[in-house]
């Protein structure tokens, strides 16, 4: 009898263990967000983008090198003015149901972002290609714009003018295909569920259970599945850090991004922490059309009270650098050879004594301060920065801002809606390019509300301009104004600390801030 006992004990042991382990079979990414969407026109969002990068594919693929590769095309020939491209798409290639894809439907996509009834927030990302701005703002036709299907298998693309990362741009997730009788025969859910979902990438969705759970399992019928390591992949889902971070640590995950930053040191000596380069800027924005905010001087004041290198060091960390400009380092100037960032110099400055005389000048004192209200989405690390941010303020101007915290998909309405003050923000680049900044104020109908004719015009000039020494002092010229204008409060250029199991393999970080799964895999 005792050897049963002990023979029964021993069995149940190898249950649980296999239990708790089973993650650790497959590649487990803790998403840091629940994705508004899987539709890669309709989202902005990294958590989005990071899934939609194994469940879509694009015309090109970015590599290790983060150069773009063929991926849905085999091939492209460029003309001679370097304005039309024409794509060929692989033969025999499928979305997940076995449906041909077809330049059609890289034609329906595309002109569905740029279709002014469907309210893309991705528009803009298409602007270069000629008539597509025209036609979202109802000053053209679809007609005019240059996207055409030559043939089933040949797709032609023509540009306003020259553009050295179209190609970049086509790997990017709003120039993905999206299957158009899924999205025609359910317009507003064929995106939010795993039922009859559709794709075109190294992974098809299995299973959704919001604000829980993502699986997606490999693409039998995807082009390059022989490249494919892994049968599934899991992406558990939390806004938390710490309850990431216990995923990882207790085997239900293998990898998550931003750990707590208290927790770097720790992590650091355990050979988990890892940092990835990332072109990206955290900061805040106001919003320039709402009071107090609508007046320049005040939003002046706000930035020059700010105190980034203590936030930096003491709540942020992660090797993050604090930042006085728009435009992260890490970008070349092709003229001179010289990093952007360090050509343009620092943009913002601190200054407490001014800070209280603008704020003074605007009509404030002790006995009437501002309302202010800092907007941010529920995450440990933008509610830390957030009280510092509320703590600079009360001490260098007196001004007590309240904090309000929102749900992602909450949050972002009511950026897009400009239903906020002032609110924690970031931006990482869709293409390495300074363009990929400046492009975000440039736009009508940008967060901040903001509306600059000579800023807009000289963004303009920069898309247009073939001599890339001129192309980029506009560009220089039209970040400046940003700051004249005072429309955001740049805090920190970012890195992407994460948390990653020694035992995973395969993954690549692009300093856009995605991260790679189509090779990844676990080590026996």
């Given amino acids: 009898m005792k050897k049963l006992w002990i023979l029964l004990l021993c069995l149940l042991m190898l249950i649980l263990a296999g239990c708790g382990t089973d993650t650790n079979d497959k590649v487990s990414y803790a998403l840091e967000a629940e994705p508004a969407s899987l539709d890669p026109a309709m989202t902005t969002g990294l958590a989005e983008a990071n899934v939609q990068a194994e469940l879509f594919e694009g015309l090109t693929r970015l590599d290790k090198d983060n150069q773009p ?60 290609i000629d008539g597509a701005e025209a036609y979202n703002k109802k000053k053209g036709t679809a007609d005019d714009v240059g996207i055409k299907a030559l043939d089933d298998q040949t797709l032609q693309i023509r540009l306003k003018n020259p553009t050295a990362y179209f190609l970049n741009l086509t790997a990017f997730h709003c120039y993905y295909p999206v299957p158009e009788a899924c999205v025609r025969a359910n317009p507003d859910t064929w995106a939010a569920n795993a039922g009859g979902f559709v794709g075109c990438g190294p992974f098809t969705l299995e299973t959704w259970v919001h604000s829980s759970e993502i699986v997606v399992k490999k693409n039998p019928a995807y082009w390059d599945v022989d490249h494919v390591r892994s049968d599934y992949l899991d992406f558990p889902i939390s806004e938390s850090q710490s309850t990431r971070l216990t995923l990882v640590e207790s085997g239900q995950a293998n990898m998550m991004v931003e750990p707590p930053p208290a927790e770097q040191q720790r992590l650091e000596s355990m050979g988990l922490y890892q940092v990835a380069p990332y072109l990206g800027t955290y900061y805040y924005v106001f919003n320039t059309q709402k009071a107090p905010f609508d007046d320049v001087r005040v939003r002046k004041a706000f930035a020059l009270a700010m105190e980034r290198e203590g936030l930096v060091k003491h ?58 209200t800092i907007l941010f989405n529920t995450n440990e690390m933008h509610k830390a920065v957030a009280e510092a941010v509320q703590a600079m303020w009360q001490e260098n101007l007196g001004v007590h801002a309240e904090l309000t915290n929102q749900e992602a998909k909450v949050y972002l309405a009511s950026r897009t809606q400009g239903n906020y003050q002032v609110a924690r923000a970031s931006w990482v680049a869709d293409y390495a390019d300074p363009m990929t900044f400046l492009d975000v104020f440039a736009d009508e109908e940008n967060d901040a509300q903001y509306h600059n004719k000579a800023y807009a015009d000289l963004v303009g000039k ?50 856009l801030g995605l991260i790679d799964l189509k090779e990844a895999y676990i080590e026996k």
């Fill in 462 to 511: 920069a898309k247009e301009e073939k001599d890339p020494g001129r192309r980029m002092e506009y560009m220089h010229q039209a970040e400046q104004i940003l700051f004249d204008d005072c429309v955001l409060i740049p805090i920190y250029y970012t890195t992407q600390p994460f948390v990653v199991q020694p035992y995973v393999k395969g993954y690549h970080w692009s300093p």
């Fill in 315 to 372: 709540i942020v960390r992660g090797r993050k650098e604090a930042a006085y400009a728009w435009v992260p380092p890490g970008m070349k100037n092709p003229a001179t050879g010289q990093d952007f960032r360090k050509e343009g110099g620092n943009l913002q400055e601190e200054n407490v004594k001014k800070a209280k005389e603008l704020l003074k000048e605007a009509g404030y004192d002790e006995a009437h301060q501002p309302d202010v």
């Fill in 69 to 128: 590769q063929p991926a849905l095309a085999d091939r492209w020939d460029l003309s001679a003015d370097g304005k039309t491209y024409i794509f060929h798409l692989r033969p025999g290639i499928t979305w997940s149901d076995g449906t041909p894809i077809t330049a059609h439907d890289f034609v329906y996509s595309w002109m569905r972002v740029i279709d002014p009834s469907v309210a893309s927030p991705n528009a803009y990302m298409m602007f270069i």
